[in-house]
């Protein structure tokens, strides 16, 4: 009996019935992406690529283009002009002796270069640093009372933004020429009420030899004179520094 039940039984079959088809379907999972891939557009990362490649060459090209020095073979000689001297760029330099490939990238960055501030002075502090000018001045008051300093003093300014300030301020005298140290010296006179006098120098690094031989740093032959300024009076300064823009 039981195996006449058994035999009328419908035979199972793997297809869905009715039921299972009226009912709403789940959504199947997303396959989860390998580890390690990019899910990026391969024209994407291609741009990107480049961007990042041009960004390390502007980056390389800056300290190259300041640090490669005009060199020349033994003998050669470069074009001369009518006179028989030879040819000068704008910044004073023979045009023949400049490096051609630093150079050039140097200037088809230029712009990318001073809109990321990556044009800096890399020359300043390594390999080859050179020597910190010096501002000593000397103001003498109506009742004869002589008030003396010096800038960049580390003991004087500070916090350090402070002596970094007045360091930049007598390095932009050494570049700008007298000009600017006539307006430190009126500057200082009205400040201190009296007529001043200014010396510009610069201190120079010590020698291997010079250390060796167990010379101070701040040794009085360390520092090299380069000129002075005399503070103007009132009148004189009036008539011949003009305020762009300002009236008289």
Same mark, same amino acid.
């Given at each position: 009996?039981?195996?006449?039940?058994?035999?009328?039984?419908?035979?199972?079959?793997?297809?869905?019935?009715?039921?299972?088809? !009226? @009912? +709403?379907?789940?959504?199947?999972?997303?396959?989860?992406? %390998?580890?390690? $891939?990019?899910? #990026?557009?391969?024209?994407?990362?291609?741009?990107?690529?480049?961007?990042?490649?041009?960004?390390?060459?502007?980056?390389?090209?800056?300290?190259?283009?300041?640090?490669?020095?005009?060199?020349?073979?033994?003998?050669?000689?470069?074009?001369?002009?009518?006179?028989?001297?030879?040819?000068?760029?704008?910044?004073?330099?023979?045009?023949?002796?400049?490096?051609?490939?630093?150079?050039?990238?140097?200037?088809?960055?230029?712009?990318?270069?001073?809109?990321?501030?990556?044009?800096?002075?890399?020359?300043?502090?390594?390999?080859?640093?050179?020597?910190?000018?010096?501002?000593?001045?000397?103001? !003498? @008051? +109506?009742?004869?009372?002589?008030?003396?300093?010096?800038? %960049?003093?580390? $003991?004087?300014? #500070?916090?350090?933004?402070?002596?970094?300030?007045?360091?930049?301020?007598?390095?932009?005298?050494?570049?700008?020429?007298?000009?600017?140290?006539?307006?430190?010296?009126?500057?200082?006179?009205?400040?201190?009420?009296?007529?001043?006098?200014?010396?510009?120098?610069?201190?120079?690094?010590?020698?291997?030899?010079?250390?060796?031989?167990?010379?101070?740093?701040?040794?009085?032959?360390?520092?090299?004179?380069?000129?002075?300024?005399?503070?103007?009076?009132?009148?004189?300064?009036?008539?011949?520094?003009?305020?762009?823009?300002?009236?008289?």
């Amino acid at each position: 009996m039981s195996k006449k039940r058994h035999e009328n039984q419908p035979a199972r079959s793997d297809e869905p019935s009715k039921a299972e088809k !009226t @009912q +709403p379907a789940k959504k199947r999972a997303k396959p989860k992406r %390998p580890a390690g $891939e990019v899910p #990026w557009h391969p024209a994407v990362r291609v741009i990107l690529s480049v961007l990042v490649i041009l960004h390390v060459t502007a980056v390389f090209v800056a300290p190259w283009a300041l640090s490669t020095k005009p060199a020349l073979p033994p003998g050669f000689v470069g074009p001369l002009d009518a006179n028989g001297q030879p040819q000068m760029i704008p910044n004073n330099h023979p045009a023949w002796q400049m490096p051609v490939v630093p150079q050039t990238l140097h200037k088809a960055f230029s712009h990318y270069l001073n809109l990321a501030y990556l044009n800096h002075g890399y020359e300043f502090f390594a390999p080859d640093p050179s020597g910190t000018h010096v501002i000593d001045y000397q103001v !003498t @008051q +109506p009742d004869g009372t002589v008030v003396e300093g010096r800038f %960049p003093d580390l $003991e004087q300014q #500070w916090p350090r933004l402070l002596y970094h300030r007045h360091m930049m301020l007598a390095e932009q005298t050494q570049r700008m020429g007298l000009e600017s140290g006539q307006h430190y010296a009126d500057h200082l006179a009205r400040l201190h009420g009296g007529p001043c006098r200014l010396e510009l120098s610069v201190h120079l690094l010590l020698s291997p030899a010079d250390v060796l031989e167990g010379k101070e740093i701040d040794d009085p032959k360390t520092y090299q004179f380069i000129a002075s300024v005399e503070s103007q009076s009132e009148n004189q300064a009036a008539e011949t520094i003009a305020i762009p823009g300002g009236t008289q």
